[in-house]
């Protein structure tokens, strides 16, 4: 849509249909846009139509015009939150664009704008405007704006403003946790110090957020201080504080010593930490084969798919643990078993694979197979089919005991995984399985047992010339 007239132009962003607008507004380009048509997209954040709001919005991030961050700031005190959200998302994607706007906004003494101003600037992170925040911060009385100022001058990372910050520390409890996280994003030597001396004197909350901060504010004495926290910190506390230690480790090339103190802390953090939490509590240390930490890890099997790749690099590095926990955890019928067992199949590869050593009696053995066989007519078909791959690499000759039961599975996917294993083992003990599949029902799989027949048979036809 090519319109010369720019009076024709802001016409139809004002009056036209929102096809006609939406139409319009994608065809707009930068040399275009005057200042007068730069007002009236502007205003279409506010458009009724939801279709015209995101073409206006596309345009302005966009183009970037320099008029844009000014007319868009209008709406930051505006009555409907959606539209003052919006107008603060457009001044954050417009960046160091929208500072000058936002610190010149008249706010008329309007706490909860100057608020949102405050924090608009500090996810902007724009070091321009560093010292304005500051100045707001020095002179303000309202909590809410104080805290605001805080957060924002650490997101900044402004260090000018650590000083202030100490003092802000003891004026009010209710700032501490945010003067400590904003400490901890700046960084400085001045600030660990203050924060590690004030930290046996803090509240719990404190504390919590003076641990979080240590990670990338720390040292290698801050380090070897956290570890002398393991005894005392308990409970929720223990997230944070294996958090740091694992930043620490890797800025500081240091290793945690495995011992019951981390123990009990690795404990907490699989059991009760997020996924991010359990990963960094299995990471802490190098290696491991302690059984209560094997076993925890096991039961998180099937959360997390990274969480999982975690845990099984563990596991391969402590094989003969899997071997002895397996039939337990079957018998157990564990909610993971799938994933379990799956696990299993992986590392018996990988034994085989690396010639891997593994300490296993034949009668621990044999109690394996006893609880994979009892899978085989499992009601879920996954289950059936590792445990027929398992039951396979663990001991042919048993797999051949439970061939009736196998071969009859009723997943057509199953019976065709039999084929392709037996396909590759010399010798003639699974021969009838194979011609009894030449009449399945399935076209696929008779298929298959066709070629397998003909495969074993050329298979078998080298082996007498030989």
Request: hydrophobic letters at 45%.
């Amino acid at each position: 849509m090519k319109i010369d007239d720019e009076f024709k132009k802001i016409e139809i962003l004002k009056k036209g249909d929102a096809e006609a607008k939406i139409e319009f507004l994608n065809s707009l380009t930068y040399e275009e846009l005057s200042e007068k048509l730069c007002e009236a997209v502007a205003e279409l954040i506010n458009d009724d139509d939801k279709g015209v709001r995101n073409s206006a919005v596309s345009l302005i991030i966009r183009n970037r015009h320099p008029k844009f961050p000014e007319l868009v700031a209008r709406f930051i005190n505006y009555n409907d939150l959606s539209v003052r959200n919006l107008a603060g998302e457009i001044l954050i994607e417009l960046g160091s664009l929208s500072v000058e706007p936002l610190i010149i906004y008249h706010h008329q003494d309007d706490k909860d704008t100057l608020k949102f101003i405050i924090d608009l600037l500090g996810a902007i992170k724009e070091p321009r405007s560093s010292l304005f925040i500051l100045g707001i911060l020095s002179s303000s009385e309202n909590d809410n704006v104080i805290l605001a100022c805080l957060e924002a001058l650490g997101n900044i990372r402004f260090d000018g403003a650590v000083d202030v910050m100490m003092l802000f520390y003891d004026r009010n409890d209710l700032y501490k946790p945010t003067v400590v996280e904003a400490l901890g994003k700046i960084g400085s030597k001045i600030a660990l110090d203050f924060l590690v001396e004030r930290f046996p004197n803090a509240d719990e909350l404190t504390r919590y957020a003076i641990i979080e901060s240590l990670g990338s504010l720390g040292d290698m004495n801050t380090f070897f201080f956290l570890l002398e926290q393991m005894s005392e910190i308990k409970g929720p506390m223990v997230l944070p504080l294996i958090s740091s230690l694992a930043a620490l480790k890797e800025k500081c090339c240091l290793d945690i010593p495995f011992d019951d103190r981390t123990k009990n802390i690795l404990l907490y953090a699989i059991a009760e930490g997020s996924p991010e939490h359990k990963k960094i509590a299995f990471n802490l240390v190098e290696t491991f084969d302690d059984k209560e930490i094997l076993s925890a890890s096991l039961k998180l099997l099937g959360e997390d798919i990274e969480l999982d790749e975690v845990i099984q690099s563990k596991i391969l590095k402590n094989t003969d643990f899997i071997y002895f926990d397996i039939a337990r955890l079957i018998n157990r019928n564990v909610p993971n078993l799938k994933n379990i067992l799956e696990l299993f199949r992986v590392t018996i590869n990988h034994i085989k694979e690396f010639n891997v050593p593994v300490g296993v009696s034949v009668m621990e053995i044999r109690n394996i197979v006893h609880a994979i066989s009892g899978l085989l007519e499992h009601h879920d078909e996954e289950i059936r089919k590792t445990a027929m791959e398992i039951l396979f690499e663990l001991d042919k000759e048993s797999a051949l005991l439970f061939i009736d039961v196998i071969s009859g599975d009723e997943n057509n996917w199953n019976r065709l995984r039999l084929l392709e294993i037996i396909e590759n083992i010399p010798g003639s003990a699974f021969d009838s399985v194979i011609l009894k599949f030449l009449d399945d029902s399935d076209e696929m799989i008779r298929e298959k047992a066709a070629q397998t027949v003909r495969i074993k048979k050329i298979s078998h036809s080298s082996t007498n010339v030989n």
